[in-house]
């Protein structure tokens, strides 16, 4: 009977370390997309072969929160806010709520939200066009 004991708890140890390490590296790590094309209005894109005038970087954490940094003429911005996400027949749709570096806000409303979309194609693009802003287009990392 002693034996069967000890097959028993030590089959119940490693079930129990199994199950807490897979619980562990099974957790999401979060996103980062960079910015790979910028159009404005009738101009042809700026894409990965020519030098865009800006970087950009987005994080999205698991937490539903999210930091961009800009880098332009050596200067960085960072911004950050929670988001949120709604899958729809186009894609997934980030909504993100600004809560530092409003400036660096791209929206038609000029307020402290912007919107994303994920395409099919995998790729982040902004809805900032759709008011005669640029159009921004990021790849995952």
């Known amino acids: 009977m002693n034996s069967l004991n000890y097959i028993a708890v030590v089959t119940m140890l490693f079930m129990v370390f199994a199950c807490a390490e897979k619980n562990a590296t ?9 910015l790979i094309e910028m159009t404005s209005g009738m101009v042809s894109p700026s894409s990965e072969e020519e030098e865009l005038p800006m970087s950009q970087t987005y994080v999205f954490t698991p937490e539903m929160k999210f930091t961009k940094n800009q880098t332009k003429d050596a200067f960085t911005i960072e911004a950050s806010g929670t988001y949120t996400t709604k899958k729809t027949s186009e894609g997934v749709f980030y909504t993100l709520k600004y809560t530092e570096g409003l400036q660096i806000v791209g929206s038609c409303s000029g307020n402290d939200s912007e919107e994303l979309l994920v395409r099919k194609d995998g790729k982040l693009q902004n809805s900032w066009m759709m008011c005669d802003g640029p159009l921004l287009v990021y790849e995952k990392q």
Not at 26 to 34: A, D, N, R
């Open 26 to 34: 099974s957790k999401p790590q979060g996103e980062t997309w960079q």
